[in-house]
C-alpha cells in the first residue's frame, strides 16, 4: 500500500476570522493540499464535518460560541474521528494552552500568526502523523 | 492587590508598550508581508475619520484591567487587502474584511502581552477581539495610559497605526 502523501490531504480551516481562514488555505495550498474547506465556526465546522471525510483540521482555540478546544475535545470521543488530524491554530502562546490541547488530542499547535514555513513544517508532521496510524491500523487489522 | 514582580503599573506600561511595539511590527510582517516601524508617540492630533479601530482587553478579576485600543489607517487595511486578499475584496464589502483584519491583529497582540505577563506570575484573561473603541470610562484608583504610533514604511505614512494602552489597577 502506498504512503499518504500531502496531496492525499482533505483540509477543513475553522477560525472566526475570515483573513486566518485565507492565509492558512493560501498557504497549503501552495503546499499542495488540494482539496480545501473553510468553517467560521464550531457549528459549521461540525456540519461540514458530517458529509466529508477530513484528513485534517486547523481548529482555532477561541472563537465565539463554542471553542475549538471544547471541539476537539468532542471529536477525539467518536471513534470516527480517530484517524483526523487536529491541529490548534491559536494566539495562545502560553505553555499551559499547548499542553492542554496535545492532552486534549490534537496533533500539533500552532502560535499566530501563522506563515508558510511554520505550516509546511506542521503539514509534514501531520503526514507522517497519518501515515504511522494507518500503519497500526493495518498491524491490528 | 499586590503586583507579581515589583510590578508598578509605570512599569508595566513600559515593558507592555515595548511588547506592544514588537507585536505590531511582527505580526504587520508576517500576516501581510508590509513592514511597519514603531515611530514612538503620534504626532500631532489624530481623527477618527478614515479609521478602522478595534480593542481588546486583558484582565485580573476585578483587580487589574489592561486594554488596547487599535486605530487603523483604512487606506492602509484597504490596500492590504486588495492585495493579500484578492479574492475576498471582490466578493465581500471592504469594510468587512478591514474590520476582520483589525481584530485579527488585536487577537495576536493581546496574546502576545497575555503570554508575556502571565510569565511574570500574573493570571489575565483575554476577551474576544471586537470592532470599535473601547469604552474607557473607568473608576479606577490608579490608571496608566501610553500611545504607541506606527509609521508604514513602503508609503511613508505617519501614523498609520496608533495604539492606545490603558493600565488601570484597583486597590481592594
Known sequence: MTAFSVSDLKALVVDDHMIVRCDIERHIKSLGITHIDQAANVAEATSKMGGMEYNVVFLDWNMPGRSGYNMLEQCRGEAKYDNTAFVIVSAESEDRYIIEALKAGATSYIVKPVSENILREHVTRVVAWINERMQETRQTA | ?172
Open chain 2, 1 to 172: 492587590m499586590t503586583t507579581p514582580a515589583a510590578d508598578t503599573l509605570e512599569s508595566m506600561n513600559t515593558y507592555v508598550s515595548d511588547i506592544v511595539g514588537k507585536a505590531v511590527t511582527g505580526t504587520f510582517d508576517t500576516m501581510f508581508g508590509r513592514e511597519v516601524a514603531h515611530t514612538g508617540k503620534p504626532t500631532g492630533q489624530a481623527s477618527r475619520d478614515g479609521q478602522i479601530s478595534s480593542h481588546v482587553s486583558l484582565t485580573q478579576g476585578a483587580a487589574l484591567n489592561v486594554d488596547f485600543s487599535f486605530h487603523f489607517d483604512a487606506g492602509l487595511l484597504h490596500r492590504i487587502a486588495e492585495e493579500t486578499y484578492p479574492e475576498q475584496a471582490r466578493k465581500i464589502p471592504m469594510q468587512m474584511i478591514c474590520e476582520d483584519m483589525a481584530c485579527a491583529i488585536a487577537n495576536v497582540v493581546g496574546s502576545r502581552v497575555k503570554a508575556f505577563l502571565n510569565g511574570r506570575g500574573y493570571d489575565l484573561s483575554m476577551d474576544i477581539p471586537a470592532v470599535g473603541e473601547i469604552d474607557a470610562a473607568r473608576d479606577a484608583a490608579k490608571q496608566e495610559h501610553s500611545s504607541l504610533s506606527f509609521r508604514c514604511v513602503p508609503e511613508g505614512q505617519d501614523n498609520a497605526v496608533r495604539v492606545n494602552i490603558h493600565l488601570q489597577e484597583k486597590r481592594a
